[in-house]
């Protein structure tokens, strides 16, 4: 089974603070990997999609790295504001059948303390 | 507002009822996705259209849910004979389907729904 694990659950840090979150997958036959934002009650914000042939992609203070071969991902968010407090998860496009649906982690909660 | 629509935001049901959401893509998108979200958990796939085509079904997709995309434009999910544990948030996506994997995927801000 295809599964995607993010840690940790939750994040708490003071403004300012650089932070990094964490995402593993079990299958390296993948097409790329994405990172939305999920704020309380609402739907996914994409922040990042990596192809499967990148190593890092860049989106202001965003910056994500994929490591196809050791099944890891990481978010590194920098000069952390309030306003970045939200529900952050990351997915997969495994290739292969079944390869237009997303299989999600069950995200991480980030809380950004003024 | 151009993202993707999603009626009604709330549907509260008893058990045993059917409910109908729809979903409204971002216009000349032509894949949409359902997927269904419960508390503390991340979106599980439910089904993809590529036009009006349904392309994949997911085994959570019981004969109780139906989708469809009539003319490749907005879509539907209905669900009959509700259970309590229907109860979640669905989520509807679209993408452009330019005919490669690699696409953003725009999402709505869901339906959610309480069976009681």
């Known amino acids: 089974k295809q599964e995607v694990t993010q840690i940790p659950a939750a994040l708490s840090v003071p403004e300012g603070e650089n932070l990094v979150l964490n995402c593993s997958f079990t299958?390296?036959?993948?097409?790329?990997l994405q990172w939305f934002r999920q704020d309380p009650g609402k739907g996914l914000t994409s922040l990042l999609l990596?192809?499967?042939?990148?190593r890092e992609q860049t989106s202001g203070r965003l910056n994500a790295s994929l490591d196809k071969s050791s099944g890891r991902s990481t978010l590194y968010i920098a000069a952390s504001q309030p306003g970045d407090s939200a529900t952050y998860l990351c997915?997969?496009?495994?290739?292969?059948?079944?390869?237009?649906?997303?299989?999600f982690g069950k995200g991480t909660k980030l809380s950004v303390i003024p | 507002d151009t993202g993707v629509s999603q009626d009604p935001r709330h549907k509260i049901t008893k058990r045993g009822q059917n409910v109908t959401f729809r979903c409204d893509p971002i216009?000349?998108?032509?894949?949409l996705y359902w997927y269904r979200q419960t508390l503390g958990q991340g979106p599980e796939f439910l089904t993809y259209?590529?036009?009006?085509?349904?392309?994949?079904k997911s085994r959570l997709l019981s004969d109780r849910f139906s989708a469809e995309r009539p003319k490749g434009s907005f879509s539907t999910l209905e669900i009959q004979r509700t259970e309590q544990g229907d109860s979640a948030m669905y989520l509807c996506?679209?993408?452009?389907?330019?005919?490669?994997?690699?696409?953003?995927?725009?999402f709505g801000s869901g339906t959610q729904l309480s069976v009681l």
């Open positions: 996506a679209s993408s452009p389907g330019a005919g490669i994997p690699n696409e953003k995927l725009f």
């Open positions: 990596i192809q499967s042939s990148q």
């Open positions: 997915a997969v496009q495994y290739s292969g059948a079944g390869s237009y649906q997303l299989t």
């Open positions: 259209f590529q036009n009006e085509a349904q392309l994949e």
């Open positions: 299958d390296s036959a993948i097409y790329n």
């Open positions: 216009s000349e998108h032509n894949r």
